[in-house]
């Protein structure tokens, strides 16, 4: 069964230090990976995927993440944060055939002090 | 830039209760999901349906969950007799069919008391 662990549950971070928050998936065969960020009291969006090619993906507000087939981690990077990336970050997972669900990660949240 | 919305925002019942929960995907999307994140836990599938039936559903989804798309807008989920540990936030999400990005609505918080 597919499964998703993100090992950090909590971060606290000062502005314009350098983010890394990890996440390790399960399944037994070709996965398309995301991220999304869920800001207080909104809804969840996508930060950024990655469905094959370059394993080294960059998405929104700065955020990039790198899939490391051998290691089945898809690590979510931001050189410097900034205040406004206080949110919850959740990994996600779905095999890469069909519009199948999504399976998630206990989520991280982020708080980064002023 | 279309969005998907979910009425209500919070939604408080009894234990027993029938409750609706409603959503209005993107327009033109094909395929629609709910989702559901207990209080501290991690946001679990509940069900997903395409071309006017059930394509998959997780082991949560029992006899007490049925969804619908009543008139092709809007995507409800029923909870026929609700339980305490049906409390939960409820995400509705579509994706348009063409790419595997799932866009998700802003969630109904049910309080089961």
């Known amino acids: 069964a597919q499964s998703v662990s993100q090992h950090n549950h909590h971060v606290i971070l000062s502005e314009a230090a350098s983010l890394e928050l990890g996440c390790n998936y399960s399944y037994g065969g070709t996965v398309n990976l995301f991220w999304y960020v869920q800001y207080p009291g909104q809804h969840l969006q996508l930060l950024l995927k990655y469905f094959s090619g370059d394993p080294l993906v960059k998405g929104i507000k700065g955020f990039e993440a790198e899939f490391i087939k051998s290691k089945f981690s898809f690590n979510l990077r931001k050189p410097s944060v900034q205040w406004s990336d206080t949110a919850e970050y959740f990994c996600a997972v779905k095999g890469d055939t069909g519009f199948q669900k999504l399976v998630f990660g206990t989520g991280t949240r982020l708080l980064v002090s002023p | 830039e279309p969005e998907v919305t979910q009425t209500p925002s919070h939604q408080v019942t009894q234990m027993g209760q029938e409750v609706i929960l409603r959503c209005v995907p993107i327009s033109n999307h094909l395929y629609f999901y709910w989702y559901r994140q207990i209080l501290g836990q991690k946001v679990e599938f509940l069900v997903s349906?395409?071309?006017?039936?059930?394509?998959?559903k997780s082991e949560i989804f029992d006899d007490q969950f049925s969804v619908e798309r009543p008139d092709g807008s809007n995507f409800t989920l029923k909870i026929r007799s609700t339980k305490l540990e049906d409390s939960a936030m409820y995400f509705c999400a579509s994706n348009p069919g063409t790419s595997y990005e799932q866009y998700f609505g802003p969630g109904t918080r049910l309080t089961v008391t």
């Open positions: 349906f395409y071309n006017n039936e059930i394509s998959e």
